[in-house]
């Protein structure tokens, strides 16, 4: 029993060798510090991209007038009567209601869907 226990620590006592080994040879090949100064910079250059960005967007909201958009429809709306020659005008407004079905057709149609319903059921 003495002796697989001693068999036994010499086996962990060279992984351990091992173990260290590679970790030297890593370190050797990935410098800690170096990494994080590159990710250091990467985070200032992406914090300045942000606020930049920022203070792009609240540029160009500044420059929108509040009423642009209505000035560009009543725009949109001469441009298109003097086009027509004030034809659009004379045109009725769009329909705002839905057109609604024949009472017998509705009836019909909801009648064969539920029956199609059912068959799928089956």
Known sequence: MCMQEQLATMRMAGAMQKSTQVMKSMQNLVKVPEIMKTMRE???????????????????????????????????DRILWEVTAGELGKAPSAVKGGLEMEGTTADSEMERMRERLAELKD
């Open 42 to 76: 990467m985070s200032e250059e992406m914090m300045k991209l942000g606020i930049i960005e920022e203070m792009i967007e609240d540029t160009m909201d500044a420059m929108d007038e509040p009423d642009m958009e209505e000035r560009a429809q009543e725009e949109v």
